[in-house]
Each structure stands twice: as structure tokens, then as C-alpha cells.
């Protein structure tokens, strides 16, 4: 019996194939601004995480702590918030030394007036700005600690930047997800109109909505699968053709891509269920 | 089996059916006669769901009109079966195909088990061999034969013709009257409408003439208390309805 719903679908499809090609372009373009989005998102939210990775807590010591308290201290951070290094004053000097490079400055600055640090990089669930400057206003009251610093202003902008993309990838894909009912549900109501003479025989005879619209539904989420998959192929061109510019580019994971196919489909099912129990109650007598 | 009680049915300002009461038992063979414009086409109507009586009631089986969800209404029409003067055959399907859609509608039959199905329907009708032509390549007695054949290939306790003889020449026509006395004397009730005298004389059943939306001649309604089949009673799940009350002595 499936096979012959594909069969119907498939009948379907080839008599109207005027229909079946328009929906499956529009769908491609409304998949295609869609997948651009989520490729653009995809990859700016591997650079947020690539930058955001590097982000780190400096926690300056005061000149007096002993390297027990140091060690305990280094400890309780490392526990609390993630790993901890030691960096020793000299270390500290060495490190700007090498930033400068130009001796004379350097013999201008004079002694090392650097503190020792230790360097927290902070664990994946504290990197936001909110949970830094939490944890920074929670180091700062150990007694071994001179000041904290995070760079604040900086770790909000990149969290912005990541919620507006986010934000901007589900407006988008809202819109498309609403342009993708739009053209399926107009594509089959199209199609039913166009079979109405089958459809109402059938109805004389006795099936059901439900076996007269197994193969609307069966050549909707065709169309859409292979909206989608033309999708993904544009998508492919265009990365690309980016990365021959850009370095780091990246395609969406094989995952990501199944998904995208997924909810393409999903979303022709359940256009179609909502415009067959609509065009049906119409046409069937 | 098939029970009107006082039906009037209204299009609009338009008088179709006018209290018109009848009642037509298992196995039975029923003629409507009458001119063009006098409702009975609309009595067919009211026996395969597709309107609902202004007021009265109309009782198929154990189906009554106005209570059925748009589910029951495809189970009862999977109990009849229904020839149209104009044949109603898909064109873009072999005489196969259209004969073998009308078994996997009623889907009590395994795939394996429809091409014997159609083709015993197919050789019934005098059909073998045709197998694979399209309507378009069918003449209009074949053509409507081809449509008696898918009424009939679910063995329908009811048959229902509306003018089956209406676009054929009279040689075909003769065939297609043959073949629904057949249906018949198998043991399926046939519910015939028909314009013409000779059609309803061909046919072994009684007549009944309407005109204008009146029975003006024929059995009256049910005796009062009588009502048959389950004019009260509940529907019943689907498998008990859609056994279809197979005759005995039909095939498959």
C-alpha cells in the first residue's frame, strides 16, 4: 500500500510537473536565504567560540603572598572556576619584554613594577559576561588578591554579537519557515484543484481524507527534500567560493545539514496536513 | 437495508424531494422513474452522503444521515457501489487500475490479493483482456462497464446506478442492463434511476415513480413502528459496517 502512495505522489508529481517545478525553486530560494543564515551564524559562532575560548580571568596577587596561600589559592580557583596558572613577576616581565621588544622603553620603565598573576581560563558555562563578572567579584574577596580584570566591556560586546546573530538566525528562519506553509500549502491547493475530478471519484468511493491525501502530503515533502537538497548544493557553491577568499570558512557539520533536510520536510508535512483538511472539506463531495 | 422517512430536500427555493417515504430491503432490485428535474438524482445523493435532507430522515444499512463524521461517511459509501451515466472512470489510469483503486480504497484486501480481485471483476463484466487499455481507448458501453466492474469488485451489498444506460447506444445498453440483472439474481441489492420506461421495464425490480419530487407510485412508507434496520440503533464500529453484508452467493 506505501508503495503505491509513492506511486500516486510520483503520477502526481509528473502531470503537474509545471506546478511541482515552481514550488520546488521557491522553496529553494526560501531555503537558501534561510541556509545562508545558518551558515553565516554556524560560522560566526565558531569564531565567537574560537575567540571566546581565548578569554581568560587575571587575577593580581598582592606582593606579600607567601606560596602557600599562593598554592591554596591557585587551588580554590582552579576548583571553582577552571584552570589556573601561576605567573611569576619575572615571568610577567619577560612576557611584556618580548611585547615591547624596544630596549630603550624598557630601560625607560625602569625596575619591574609588574605584579605576579595567575591566569583563570575560565570553564565553558562561565563564559558569559554575566557569570565573569561574577566570578570576578567572588575572587576578589580572597585576601591574597589585588585586583581582578576580565576585560568587561569587551567579553558584553562579544556576547551581544552572539545573541544578536542568534536572535537574527531565528527571525529569519521564522519568516522562512512561514514562506515554506505559504508555498506548500498554496502549491497543493493548486495540485488538489487540478486532480479535483480524481479527487471526488475517489471520495464517491468511499476513501477516506486521510487516503486521498497521503500523496499530496508524500509529494510535498518530496518537493521539499529536494528544495532542500538543491539548497544545500547552492550553499556548498558559495562557501566555496568565500573560502578561496576567506580563511577559516566552514560548511555546515553533516548534522546540521540532515537537520536543515529535516525540518524542510517537517514543515512541508505539516503545511500539508493543514491545507488538506482545508481543500479537501472544498472539493470532495 | 435502505430506509427514507418523510425526506424534503430544498436547494435553495427549490423543491427537489417532497416528504417522500420509501423503503427498499437486502437483495432487493428498486427502479426510480421519472422525468428529468423530478429528485432522483437527489435520492442517490441522499443514500451516498454527499447532501443531507432538509427535514426526515435517511437510514442506509445502519447508517442514518446527519450523524455521520466525514469517516463514516467514507465507510458507508465503501458499502455501495455506484455507476454514473457519465462513467466517472479515471483517464489517466488503465481499466486495471481504475477497477483495482475502488478495492485498495475499501482496503480490506492484501496487495497480493487485488489482481485476481480485478480481474475476476474485469471477466464478470466481459472486460478480459482489456486489462491495460485507458478509457480514452474504450468504447462508452466498455466504458461503462469498466465503471460496473469497480462498483462491483468489492461485492457491495448495494449497488446503486444512476441513468447507467444514459450514453449508450442500445446494443450497450442492453449488455449493461444485463449485467446489473445479474448483480441482482447474485444476490446484491440494485437501486436503479432511470428516464426511460424501458430501462425500468428491462429490469426486474419495482418501480417507483416520482415526479416533481413526488412518489406518486409505488410501495408507501414504512408502516409506522416498523421502521427497519436500525433506525435508532447506534453505528457500529467500523469492521462490523464494513463487512458490507457480502451476499452469499456472490464471488470472492
Known amino acids: 500500500m506505501h508503495v503505491f502512495f509513492v506511486k500516486e505522489a510520483w503520477r502526481s508529481f509528473r502531470q503537474h510537473r509545471g506546478l511541482g517545478m515552481t514550488a520546488i525553486f521557491s522553496l529553494t530560494a526560501a531555503l537558501t536565504l534561510s541556509g545562508l543564515f545558518v551558515l553565516l551564524s554556524h560560522n560566526a559562532d565558531n569564531a565567537l567560540k574560537w575567540v571566546g575560548d581565548r578569554r581568560e580571568m587575571v587575577v593580581y596577587l598582592k606582593d606579600d603572598t607567601t606560596d602557600s596561600r599562593r598554592a591554596a589559592l591557585i587551588e580554590s580557583l582552579t576548583r571553582l572556576y577552571g584552570t589556573t596558572t601561576y605567573v611569576s613577576r619575572e615571568q610577567a616581565w619577560k612576557e611584556f619584554s618580548e611585547q615591547i621588544g624596544d630596549p630603550v622603553l624598557l630601560e625607560a620603565v625602569g625596575s619591574n613594577p609588574l605584579p605576579a598573576s595567575l591566569r583563570v581560563r575560565l570553564r565553558p558555562e562561565l563564559l558569559n559576561a554575566a557569570s565573569m563578572e561574577e566570578a570576578a567579584r567572588q575572587v576578589a574577596q580572597f585576601t591574597e588578591v589585588e585586583d581582578v580584570r576580565y576585560g568587561a566591556e569587551w567579553v558584553r560586546r562579544l556576547d551581544d554579537l552572539g545573541a544578536g546573530l542568534r536572535r537574527g538566525t531565528l527571525a529569519v528562519g521564522v519568516l522562512v519557515a512561514l514562506a515554506i506553509v505559504f508555498v506548500i500549502y498554496n502549491t497543493l491547493r493548486l495540485t488538489v484543484l487540478a486532480r479535483r475530478q480524481q479527487v471526488e471519484i475517489m471520495s464517491r468511493l468511499g476513501a477516506t481524507d486521510r487516503f486521498i491525501a497521503t500523496p499530496f502530503v508524500i509529494e510535498a515533502m518530496f518537493e521539499a527534500a529536494l528544495a532542500a537538497l538543491l539548497s544545500l548544493g547552492v550553499l556548498l557553491t558559495f562557501k566555496q567560493a568565500v573560502s578561496a577568499q576567506v580563511t577559516g570558512v566552514v560548511f555546515l557539520p553533516a548534522l546540521g545539514s540532515l537537520a536543515f533536510l529535516g525540518v524542510a520536510v517537517a514543515l512541508a508535512w505539516l503545511a500539508s496536513l493543514i491545507a488538506l483538511s482545508r481543500v479537501l472539506r472544498a472539493v470532495g463531495p | ?252
Request: hydrophobic share 45%.
Open chain 2, 1 to 252: 437495508m435502505i430506509t427514507f422517512e418523510q425526506v424534503t430536500k430544498r436547494y435553495g427555493g427549490r423543491l427537489a424531494l417532497d416528504a417522500v417515504s420509501w423503503h427498499m430491503d437486502e437483495g432487493e432490485c428498486v427502479v426510480f422513474l421519472g422525468p428529468s428535474g423530478a429528485g432522483k438524482t437527489t435520492v442517490l445523493r441522499l443514500i451516498t452522503h454527499e447532501i443531507q435532507p432538509s427535514t426526515g430522515s435517511v437510514t442506509v444499512g445502519t447508517f442514518r444521515t446527519g450523524r455521520l463524521t466525514r469517516s463514516q461517511r467514507a465507510l458507508l459509501r465503501r458499502t455501495l457501489g455506484i455507476i454514473y451515466e457519465d462513467f466517472r472512470l479515471l483517464h489517466d489510469r488503465t481499466v486495471f487500475e481504475n477497477v483495482a483503486l475502488a478495492v485498495r480504497i475499501v482496503g480490506r484486501f492484501a496487495e497480493s490479493d487485488i489482481g485476481p480481485r480485478v480481474r475476476t471483476a474485469l471477466e464478470e463484466v466481459g472486460l478480459n483482456g482489456m486489462e491495460s487499455a485507458f478509457p480514452a481507448e474504450l468504447s462508452a458501453g466498455e466504458k461503462q462497464r469498466a465503471a460496473i466492474a469497480r462498483a462491483i469488485v468489492n461485492r457491495p451489498a448495494v449497488v446503486l446506478a444512476d441513468e447507467p444506460t444514459g450514453a449508450l447506444e442500445a446494443e450497450s445498453a442492453a449488455d449493461v442492463l444485463r449485467l446489473l440483472k445479474t448483480i441482482h439474481l447474485e444476490g446484491a441489492a440494485v437501486l436503479l434511476v432511470t428516464t426511460r420506461e424501458e430501462v425500468a421495464a428491462a429490469v426486474p425490480g419495482r418501480v417507483l415513480r416520482l415526479v416533481d419530487g413526488k412518489l406518486i407510485e409505488g410501495a408507501p412508507a414504512p408502516a409506522a413502528g416498523v421502521t427497519p434496520i436500525a433506525a435508532a440503533a447506534p453505528i457500529p464500529p467500523p469492521d462490523i459496517a464494513e463487512t458490507g453484508v457480502a451476499p452469499a452467493s456472490a464471488t470472492g
